[in-house]
């Protein structure tokens, strides 16, 4: 084997050897799911709030294992036969935009945990937020908000969470921290 085909067999074991160990992205990377599995044995979506409930009643209604549907990789609880029938039909009418994440958060590079509790209905499209403070501050600008969160999406949906909550290299504060985030800010 000549010097040229041993160092050509080298760089091909390590391109395979670097696919091989890179992570896919997981429904747990693009969807905001309860930590542990489903006897499905996937994550549980809306902290196991009936989201055709949420979406169209704005109420929350604690889901049933036995209404349980699986979209995308995520587990549905439902309140009702009904209501899960209903979400088969059209699961994007029903499910939270951002993957059930805060849209606040999203807005801001980030992935933080959507809670059904904190909701909102903006042209048909369900968002949920992390608390009262992030829901008030979304309330505030919410046009703004929304078209930060859609575009930062794009960037962020496959990001694992870790990765976006890594600490800032170096110490001081992170840019996000120093800027304004929202165009119309004053």
Known sequence: MSKF?????SIVFA???????ASPA???DEYNVSKGYTLDGVGLGVHGVDPVVLG???????GDAAHT?????????????ITAARSQGDPALYLPQYGGFCAYAVALG???D????????VDGKLYLFVNAVAFEKYLADKDNILRNADAKWSEIRSVPVEDLRRPVSGGGTPDHA????FEGDA
Request: aromatic share 8%.
């Open 26 to 28: 997981l429904a747990e």
């Open 178 to 181: 120093r800027r304004r985030p």
């Open 69 to 81: 549907v699986v979209h995308d990789g995520v587990a549905y609880y439902f309140a009702s036969p």
């Open 5 to 9: 085909s041993r160092h050509s067999s």
């Open 114 to 121: 959507g809670d059904p509790r904190f909701a909102d209905i």
């Open 110 to 112: 980030r992935k933080l």
């Open 56 to 62: 169209s009643a704005k109420a929350v209604a604690e």
């Open 15 to 21: 391109i395979l050897l670097a696919a091989a160990s």
